[in-house]
């Protein structure tokens, strides 16, 4: 099991190399740089030119790469080009700040698509099913940009009862309903694709273990079907959706970047792009590196988990 | 039991079957797929009727009919257009960043920005008056005396050489390199600067530059508090930002907020506002809802599709002020076929700009007629620009040897600084220009990809550069029309070249009378309409919009603005 560990820690650190460079060249080889942004929209090409001495963009790319890399080794990610602010701070609050609008959103998602998933199946082939099934639907084909306006045109303006922009209020000194009421409309809309792929998972594990043969034993047995459901059909059931719910909370952190920029939830998507369009350099690698330190992470931590959960997977 | 069997039942089926019932859920998908597009398109459904024509006077007073008292206290919430940049005074990183910058430092003189009189005039702010020497390259600037930082260190000559050379000087030890771009545009004009005793501050230019007063209302310009900066260091002062001005910084929320309040010690006359606070929010809807809800009270570049919704909303005020902008088509002076001059006013004439403000922009342009729009020292307002006039455009087409019209190529970014929405604007340029038999193809690039193409010029196989020309100042005059400005130096890009505006050039930038100077580059401006040196196509109004409890709020000609006399009722 520790071989198994270390060998995976140290192909992290390839991976994490191997994204550092790959982000890199992809910043590089697209036109323009940062010199063009700071220098501002009536500079002289002299000017630009030395603004780009300053921030060491005349080097070659490789020096570019190694003089970065030689600071993120010892721990210095450098300052955004833009806000001038420490890197590494920044990208990781503004990633906490998507983690947190991802966990909820994955809360939201799991408690209605777990709970409309199980009423359709319960209630098969009745209306009910039809009418969950066709919002999910219709959840799951909509467009996040589209349902992030339509539900602050609604809450926002129509009904003045959330609002409809960044994570704690402007005016105020915050606190934690303020900055729940921020919170509730982004993660409905970049939960509701999540809630609908769960809600359908849900209704369809249900119905096949609803099937198996143990249940028809339970009921054989007299064992009422609110406790069955409950208590046996409804946890065998959620496994495989437990999978899911997993692969979904990185489609979730991937996919925060339009909900961010919609409602200004100063995240790490809204950051980085920012960052991309702004060619800035130091901050995009950082959050690249951030990012994906977190994923390999996760991705270790889970495996292990399965291991610890089901005796039967050993790894070597 | 009914569920269980059922269940059962279904996953017994034949395959046949069960895709009987798939195809029925094939046709529910596809009936919600018809269901979002009709909601979606009923979403983006144009806005109420027209405006009238009062839409287009700049609201730079309160209604007549409010008679409120102006009050002391308050708050007010700005939603800008982006998140600000650092606020250290020596780096500009956009014009939204500068109207915090501007409310917390100042510079020797400035614009006046509460009025909103056609030309704004320079007036001074640290320095109570200054004097030029007869050659034009000498400025002494007399300092106001008994003025204090916002930390209490005294302002004086030595705090403005001090940051002058932060911001110039690689050898001074708090250097900033990052604002190096916009300053070394002012700081190359400069011989040597002194400060004699502590009210007195002497630049010696070079040569005479008639715009170079007006070049103190860049930010790198602004004068910061030496303490602090060599407290803080350059790293974090754009962090704790101290200035002179009459509101101090208090705190920054990264990406949520940043705080002002009232600066009690202000030398001048002390604001209505007790704070400000300001946010950015990019995205146009969002900051137009964000207005809408209350969230925020002024908003800047409020959009064309959603003007009609604030304007018809009783509870906002929307104000324009034509602006020193125009938005541009640079031509390849080089190659055919736009080396042909009958070509160039073929393409002018061919533009219905009246149309393309109107319809496209919803009023919140003005078709341009020159360089320099409204507020800026070379606009000429009795310059009448091209009219629209399809016939003749055909007419000197065929005059050219183009009877049949011709193939060209128009490069524009997707938007971008003063670019407003280029791809709609373009797309209805390629009509016009159809119309005539010009056949324009469009090659669209992001912002940051397009200015290092721009900035090669434009080369054999293709026509047009889309651009924006954002200041007023007559140095733009130059920038872009001086044979020296040519790529790679600059923004001469159709490789333009006429001697006689080099001459005129050349007289106005030695003129050390501003008003002397303007006169010449408005003659440079008419030779150039003459020879359609480029094509102008319309000058932005900048609409902002604000809630009607915020009054007071002047805006001027300018991009610029304050809200240092702005207060607001309950």
Redesign the interface.
């Known amino acids: 099991m520790t071989a198994f560990i270390v060998r995976r820690i140290l192909a992290s650190v390839v991976v994490l190399f191997g994204v550092s460079i790959v982000v890199f060249l992809t910043l590089k080889f697209?036109?323009?740089?940062a010199?063009?942004?700071?220098?501002?929209?009536?500079?002289?090409?002299?000017?630009?030119e030395?603004?780009r001495q300053?921030l060491g963009l005349d080097q070659p790319v490789p020096v570019q790469y190694i003089t970065w890399l030689g600071r993120a080794l010892r721990g210095d990610l450098g300052?955004s080009?833009?806000?001038?602010?420490p890197v590494l701070a920044?990208v990781l609050?503004?990633y906490g700040?998507t983690l947190i609008l991802a966990a909820s959103a994955m809360a939201f998602a799991s408690i209605t698509g777990v709970l409309a998933g199980a009423l359709a199946?319960?209630?098969?082939?009745t209306v009910v099913d039809r009418v969950v099934?066709?919002v999910a639907?219709?959840a799951n084909?909509?467009p996040s940009f589209?349902l992030g306006?339509?539900l602050?045109?609604v809450f926002?303006?129509g009904l003045?009862l959330l609002?409809?922009?960044?994570?704690?209020?402007?005016?105020g000194d915050g606190g934690g309903v303020d900055f729940l009421q921020h919170l509730v409309l982004p993660s409905v809309t970049l939960g509701a694709i999540s809630a609908a792929l769960i809600a359908r998972m849900t209704r369809s594990s249900l119905?096949?273990v609803?099937?198996q043969e143990y249940?028809?034993v339970a009921?054989a047995k007299g064992l009422r079907?609110r406790l069955l459901v409950r208590r046996h059909a409804l946890k065998n059931a959620l496994l495989p959706v437990l999978t899911v719910m997993g692969l979904q909370m990185g489609s979730l952190l991937g996919g925060a970047v339009i909900t961010e920029?919609?409602?200004?939830w100063?995240g790490i998507g809204?950051?980085l792009y920012?960052g991309i369009?702004?060619?800035d350099v130091p901050l995009v690698q950082g959050a690249a590196l951030v990012v994906a330190t977190s994923f390999v992470a996760i991705n270790l931590v889970v495996d292990l988990l399965y291991s610890y959960l089901d005796p039967r997977i050993r790894y070597s | 039991?009914r569920?269980?069997a059922?269940?059962?039942e279904?996953?017994k089926m034949p395959p046949m079957t069960r895709l009987t019932r798939m195809n029925r859920r094939l046709l529910?998908?596809m009936a919600?797929?018809v269901?979002?597009t009709v909601?979606?398109s009923a979403?983006t459904a144009p806005a109420p009727t027209a405006p009238t024509s009062s839409a287009l006077q700049p609201a730079s007073a309160p209604k007549p009919t409010d008679a409120a008292a102006p009050k002391t206290g308050g708050?007010l919430?700005v939603g800008l257009e982006a998140?600000p940049?650092?606020l250290?005074n020596s780096?500009?990183?956009g014009y939204h960043t500068s109207i915090i910058q501007r409310m917390v430092y100042q510079s020797l003189v400035g614009y006046d920005l509460t009025t909103t009189a056609d030309v704004l005039p320079i007036k001074p702010v640290l320095a109570e008056s200054w004097q030029l020497s007869p050659d034009g390259k000498v400025y002494t600037f007399k300092l106001r005396q008994g003025i204090k930082f916002h930390d209490g260190t005294a302002f004086d000559a030595s705090a403005v050489k001090f940051n002058f050379e932060r911001a110039s000087d690689p050898n001074h030890p708090f250097f900033f390199?990052?604002g190096?771009?916009?300053s070394?545009?002012i700081f190359s004009l400069v011989d040597k600067m002194e400060a004699p005793d502590p009210t007195t501050f002497r630049i010696t230019l070079k040569d005479p530059r008639a715009y170079f007063l007006a070049l103190f209302d860049k930010v790198p310009m602004f004068v910061g508090s030496p303490a602090a900066i060599q407290k803080y260091g350059n790293?974090e002062f754009?962090?704790h930002p101290v200035g002179t001005g009459a509101f101090r910084f208090v705190s920054r929320e990264?990406?949520?907020?940043i705080t002002v309040e009232r600066n009690p010690d202000y030398w001048g006359t002390p604001t209505y506002l007790d704070k400000v606070?300001f946010?950015?929010?990019?995205?146009p809807?969002?900051r137009v809802?964000?207005l809408?809800?209350g969230?925020?009270d002024f908003i800047n570049d409020v959009a064309p599709d959603q003007i009609d919704a604030l304007r018809a909303n009783p509870d906002i005020v929307v104000s324009q002020a034509a602006i020193p902008h125009t938005w541009l088509i640079n031509l390849n002076h080089r190659d055919k076929p736009f080396s042909d001059v009958r070509v160039r006013q073929a393409a002018s004439l061919a533009i219905n700009r009246d149309a393309l403000t109107r319809d496209i922009l919803k009023n919140t342009a003005l078709s341009a007629t020159q360089l320099e729009g409204p507020g800026g020292v070379a606009h000429d307002d009795s310059l009448p620009g091209w009219p629209y006039d399809p016939a003749r455009a055909k007419q000197l087409l065929a005059d050219a040897g183009y009877p049949g019209g011709f193939d060209t190529v128009f490069a524009l970014p997707t938007a971008?600084?003063?670019m407003l929405d280029a791809t709609r604007i373009a797309e209805y340029l390629q009509k016009n220009w159809s119309d005539v038999g010009i056949r324009a193809k469009l090659e669209t690039?992001?912002?940051?990809?397009?200015?290092?193409?721009f900035?090669k010029g434009i080369p054999s196989d293709k026509g047009m550069y889309a651009m924006?020309n954002?200041?007023g100042d007559g140095q733009?005059v130059e920038?872009l029309n001086a044979a020296s400005?040519q790529?790679?130096?600059?923004?001469n890009v159709g490789w333009y070249q006429s001697d006689q505006v080099e001459q005129l050039l050349v007289q106005a930038r030695s003129t050390a009378d501003p008003a002397a100077a303007a006169k010449i580059y408005q003659q440079i401006e008419k030779l150039l309409n003459d020879d359609v040196a480029r094509i102008y196509v319309l000058h932005s109004l900048q609409p902002k919009a604000f809630n009607k409890k915020v009054r007071g709020f002047v805006n001027p000609h300018s991009w610029a603005y304050t809200f240092n006399n702005v207060w607001v009722t309950t």
Not at chain 2, 445 to 453: A, F, G
């Open positions: 697209i036109p323009g740089d010199a063009y942004v700071l220098a501002g929209p009536n500079a002289t090409a002299q000017e630009i030395l603004v300053s300052r080009i833009e806000l001038h602010e920044l609050s503004r700040n199946a319960l209630r098969l082939h099934m066709l639907l219709t084909s909509t589209w306006l339509a602050i045109l926002s303006l003045h609002p409809s922009s960044g994570m704690v209020s402007a005016r119905l096949e609803l099937t249940v028809l009921r079907e920029t919609i409602f200004t100063p809204l950051q920012r369009a702004l060619r | 039991m569920q269980p059922r269940a059962r279904f996953l529910l998908r919600a797929g269901v979002s909601a979606l979403c708050t919430v998140e940049g650092t250290d780096v500009g990183t390199d990052k190096r771009g916009t070394a545009q790293d754009g962090n990264s990406g949520s907020k606070v946010r950015g929010i990019a995205e809807t969002a809802v964000a809408q809800t969230e925020v971008g600084s003063g690039q992001e912002w940051t990809s397009y200015v290092p193409y900035f924006a954002v200041t733009d920038k400005f790529p790679p130096n600059g923004f």
